[in-house]
């Protein structure tokens, strides 16, 4: 597979934690195995995972899923990022160690990590709504919560939506 943008993002955290450049080499490798499709041209198992989301919403937050809804917003792509680097540049560096720490472990599961993004999302719910935000606003809204976002808070709302998930 050649290099696409968001690899570097994955990748310097585990030479920073790793040190050594061989062995941070063979774990960027595992990791990107289990990414992979992050990185695909087609761009296919990213806009499943985003219409995972998207059925996730309409299921756990109904208010946000209807606001978007009548935008006509289908795709969820304002969430593209925060999916492909795993919320790489949305935290503090402590922060990612932590949160990457829960996502690759796969405690919570393998789909975890579309929980976080979904809680991210909800837990402004109020706002997008009150403002009437569109995509475009959203868009805009979403990036500009870099290191504006409490990871603990984050995993503990995604975690409670897993579990509301559950027993739906």
């Known amino acids: ?13 585990i030479i920073y934690v790793i040190g050594d450049e ?32 998207q059925n996730l919403i309409c299921h756990l937050e109904p208010k946000l899923h209807n606001h978007l809804s009548q ?3 289908t795709n969820y792509c304002f969430l593209f990022r925060w ?7 949305e935290f503090p560096f402590d922060d990612i160690l932590k949160l990457w720490e829960v996502l690759w472990s796969d405690f919570m599961g393998p789909e ?4 976080c993004v979904i809680a991210g999302l909800c837990y402004h719910t109020e706002t997008i ?5 569109d995509t475009d606003d959203i868009l805009k809204f979403v990036n500009d919560l870099k290191d504006h976002m409490d990871v ?3 995993l503990m709302n995604a975690e409670l939506a897993l579990r509301k998930y559950q027993i739906v």
Not at 1 to 13: I, K, Q, R, V
Not at 84 to 89: G, S, T
Not at 112 to 115: A, G, Q, R, S, V
Not at 129 to 133: A, F, G, L, P, T
Request: hydrophobic share 40%; charged share 25%; glycine share 8%.
């Open 1 to 13: 597979a050649e290099y696409m943008g968001g690899m570097s993002d994955l990748l310097s955290p």
């Open 22 to 53: 061989s062995e941070s080499f063979w774990c960027f490798v595992g990791l990107m195995e289990r990414w992979k499709g992050n990185f695909e041209r087609d761009q296919v198992p990213m806009k499943k995972q985003l219409t995972q989301i």
């Open 71 to 73: 935008y006509g917003e």
């Open 83 to 89: 999916i492909l680097i795993n919320f790489k540049r």
């Open 112 to 115: 975890f990590h579309l929980f």
């Open 129 to 133: 709504i009150e403002k009437n935000m």
């Open 152 to 154: 603990d808070m984050m």
